[in-house]
């Protein structure tokens, strides 16, 4: 299916992102990779077998224009850049929180901003969104990510309706928890947690089935799926809120 493609990863020096780069290139895609390490795209793009490091940062409007620019004409694009910090609104940083919805969602809406204009013009793409668990319904300790989450993937809905009877796929992607440096920082027991080249699996398989929307690993994701339909104030017990 990737075969011969272009795909352009936002968000591939690390974990998932990268993860799911050597699994397209094993497919036979030609990657253009992002992110802001250098040296670990660098890295990553030596590895591989048709890849090329283009570094940049996502809360740089210019710098997401040169690079879609250069990069020009794409199969597909696959937003995974992140950021992450867990903090109650008691102990509410309001630079680490914009940093999270400017790195997490906005960065989400300068690439794909630069990239649908094309897919339409040639009525052909693909346009995958990493989405989160956390983004079904607000959870404790998960101010900031929660939101820009529940954004991104909200935005990847907009997307659907929009370009519902072109040949444009859109999809998004929620995981659980994954084992990254980001979710070192977390004190709290995570259940189901996988690696990234599990997560990385996953996600293939779903951009390979077509369906709009996944959500894993099941039955975790059921959790959030089915409880934001519960009462509130039972969902919040549930998860521990409040202790």
Known sequence: ?????????IGASEGLGRAIAQKLDAAGARLMLSARSEERLQDLAGELTNATALPLDVT???????????????HGVLYCAGTY???????????????????NFMGAIRVVGRVVPQMVAANAGHIVLIGSLAGHTGLPGATGYGASKSAVMHMAENLQADLFQTPIKVQVINPGFIKTRLTE??????PM????????EACIKAMK????????PTPFAWVFTIGKHLPR???????GAGK
């Open 1 to 9: 299916m990737f075969a011969g493609q272009t795909w352009w990863i």
């Open 60 to 74: 740089d409007s210019d710098a997401i224009r040169e690079a879609a620019a250069l990069i020009g004409k794409v």
């Open 85 to 103: 910090d867990p903090m109650p609104a008691q102990e509410w940083d309001a630079d680490k929180v914009e940093l999270i919805c400017d790195v």
């Open 185 to 190: 920082k977390n004190d709290f027991n995570m």
């Open 193 to 200: 947690i996988q690696t990234p080249e599990e997560a990385a």
């Open 209 to 216: 089935n077509g369906r709009f929307s996944t959500s894993f």
């Open 233 to 239: 104030k039972l969902f919040l017990r549930l998860m």
